[in-house]
């Protein structure tokens, strides 16, 4: 997972992505392969799971059969 160090800036680690992906996330639910359909052109398949993870873990986002769901829309 890239996060910002002092050898990563900002705009080259994860934490640019997490907005975009969230904004997406809480107008509706996902499949995670339709959610990285509508991304694929600002970030790669690494950089999507990444993302996802982050957000995961701080428990923004979870996932039921293969559906993402943005938790503060609840």
């Known amino acids: 997972m890239k996060l ?24 509706k639910d ?3 392969n339709r959610l990285y359909d509508m991304v694929s052109k600002e970030m790669t398949i690494n950089e999507f799971i990444d993302s996802l993870d982050c957000l ?9 059969k293969e559906v993402l769901h943005y938790v503060e829309r609840d």
Do not use: G, N
């Open 4 to 27: 910002p160090s002092k050898v990563t800036p900002f705009k080259r680690s994860i934490l640019p992505f997490l907005p975009k992906l969230l904004e997406l996330l809480s107008e």
């Open 30 to 32: 996902y499949s995670i």
């Open 56 to 64: 995961f873990m701080l428990e923004k986002i979870t996932i039921t």
